[in-house]
């Protein structure tokens, strides 16, 4: 299995393609680009801590010092890197909602966004011409930091398009099926901090993925039928590193990712009107949600990245 290299990272099947020694080189080489310090977090998978250890070391080798935030969501490491202040980008060690033999190395701007094709051709160019090392008085350090989930949560809490105090009136049942991923114990504190009774499905942190890693109905039936015998309001379901979302109805049914983005869209221009951007596989309901709210779409290439920019 060869491995597979893009503006955004690496990924690949662990000791067919994606080693240790990869892992040390690109590491490097966003290193080398990024300076420091460097935000690192990873999602749960067996090989996390191995291809974690590796891509630190290829860091700190050019100088480069490290902050490791431990197991944690992927858009925690893009909030830590945005609103923490001097760092100046960020590693996700992750295969997203690949199988648990996959894993590889998303990299984060300054900004907390993902790289553009251009930066991401500076990485490459980088890795596969190879760069000086630091000398042993420059090597890197690394800090621990624990509170990375708290900064989300709080981040999250205080923004303008959430009432808080109103969802935690309500008082919501919610099941929570987080594939013993990163979302786990992230997604169980700030639901709590929510007021919600949650239903933990799946929620320890030991990577053992006991349903199919990506969030699809054929992979939620178990959910579905806890959120029927609970009672639960609603059913959240997450892919290993907790950046994709899937809706389970209080029925007991999973609610399709097209109509996911669309009650997303139409609850953000309810708060905040202005152009609404999607990618290019992005159904045509936004369309119609654009036009009930009379505002402009912008159809972008697919990739997270190309929204933003």
Same mark, same amino acid.
């Given at each position: 299995m060869d491995l597979l290299i893009s503006v955004s990272g690496i990924r690949g099947?662990?000791?067919?393609?994606?080693?240790?020694?990869?892992?040390?080189?690109?590491g490097a080489a966003f290193g080398v680009w990024a300076g420091g310090p460097i935000a690192v977090g990873r999602d749960t998978r067996p090989t996390?801590?191995?291809?974690?250890?590796?891509?630190?070391?290829?860091?700190l080798s050019v100088g480069a010092? =490290?902050? @490791?935030? !431990?197991?944690?969501? /992927?858009?925690?490491?893009?909030?830590? #890197?945005?609103?923490?202040?001097?760092?100046?980008?960020?590693?996700?060690?992750?295969?997203?909602?690949?199988?648990?033999?996959?894993?590889?190395?998303?990299? =984060?701007? @300054?900004? !907390?966004?993902?790289? /553009?094709?251009?930066?991401?051709?500076? #990485?490459?160019?980088?890795?596969?011409?190879?760069?000086?090392?630091?000398?042993?008085?420059?090597?890197?350090?690394v800090t621990d930091r624990k509170d990375a989930v708290d900064l989300h949560i709080d981040k999250v809490l205080s923004s303008k398009l959430i009432d808080p105090d109103s969802i935690r009136r309500r008082k919501c049942k919610v099941v929570l099926d987080a594939v013993n991923g990163a979302g786990g114990e992230a997604g169980v504190r700030f639901l709590k901090s929510l007021g919600?009774?949650?239903?933990?499905?799946?929620?320890?942190?030991?990577?053992?993925?006991?349903?199919?890693?990506?969030?699809?109905?054929?992979?939620?039936?178990?959910?579905?039928?806890?959120?029927?015998?609970?009672?639960?309001?609603?059913?959240?379901?997450?892919?290993?590193d907790a950046d994709r979302l899937s809706l389970v109805s209080e029925e007991g049914r999973a609610v399709g990712e097209e109509y996911t983005l669309a009650l997303a869209a139409r609850f953000v221009l309810g708060k905040e009107p202005g152009p609404l951007v999607v990618n290019l596989s992005t159904s045509r309901m936004a369309e119609d949600i654009a036009e009930e709210f009379g505002v402009p779409l912008h159809r972008a290439p697919v990739g997270e990245v190309n929204v933003l920019t």
């Open positions: 099947v662990v000791g067919d393609g994606l080693t240790p020694e990869e892992g040390v080189k690109f996390g801590e191995m291809l974690e250890m590796a891509a630190i070391s290829g860091m010092s =490290v902050i @490791r935030l !431990g197991v944690v969501p /992927t858009p925690t490491v893009l909030c830590f #890197v945005r609103w923490e202040g001097m760092v100046s980008g960020g590693v996700v060690v992750t295969a997203s909602h690949n199988p648990i033999q996959w894993n590889g190395l998303k990299l =984060v701007h @300054r900004e !907390g966004r993902f790289l /553009t094709r251009d930066e991401g051709e500076v #990485v490459l160019r980088l890795y596969r011409e190879g760069h000086p090392r630091a000398s042993w008085e420059y090597v890197g350090e919600c009774d949650v239903v933990e499905l799946n929620c320890t942190p030991d990577g053992t993925f006991p349903r199919g890693p990506e969030p699809v109905a054929e992979n939620l039936y178990k959910l579905e039928d806890l959120v029927r015998e609970s009672g639960a309001d609603v059913g959240f379901g997450l892919d290993p």
